[in-house]
Nanobody, 122 residues
């Protein structure tokens, strides 16, 4: 499975961005999708995960209430809507696939996509 994340950029604090993750050679309804991020000098951390049928999702405490994960299995695409962005949201964001939601939450990842840089700065 090849994953390609896009949608990153420079945004002011309080602004919004929508990240997309397109998967190829993928059976979307058999995989959970996750978003992870890595800030300079920090370890990669989980941001959000969504199950194969989108009925369940998980959010890290730091983004809960501001970020929304979703997916469109017809388009083989996952999304991360990020609102009210803060400077400490600055990081390279990666999308990934996992066999299930629990696997995603515990970082048991099958495939990683290349990251997209999000910079939150005034």
């Amino acid at each position: 499975v090849q994953l390609q994340a896009s949608g990153g950029g420079l945004v002011q604090p309080g602004g919004s961005l929508r990240l997309s993750c397109v998967a190829s050679e993928w059976t979307p309804d058999l995989h959970a999708i996750g978003w992870f991020r890595q800030a300079p000098g920090h370890e990669r951390e989980g941001v959000a995960c969504i199950g194969d049928d989108a009925s369940e999702s998980y959010y890290a405490t730091a983004v809960r209430g501001r970020f929304t994960i979703s997916r469109d299995n017809v388009k083989n695409t996952g999304y991360l809507q990020m609102n009210n962005l803060k400077p400490n949201d600055t990081a390279v964001y990666y999308c990934a696939s996992a066999l299930g939601l629990r696997d995603c939450i515990y970082h048991d990842i099958q495939d990683w996509g290349k990251g997209t840089l999000v910079t939150v700065s005034s």
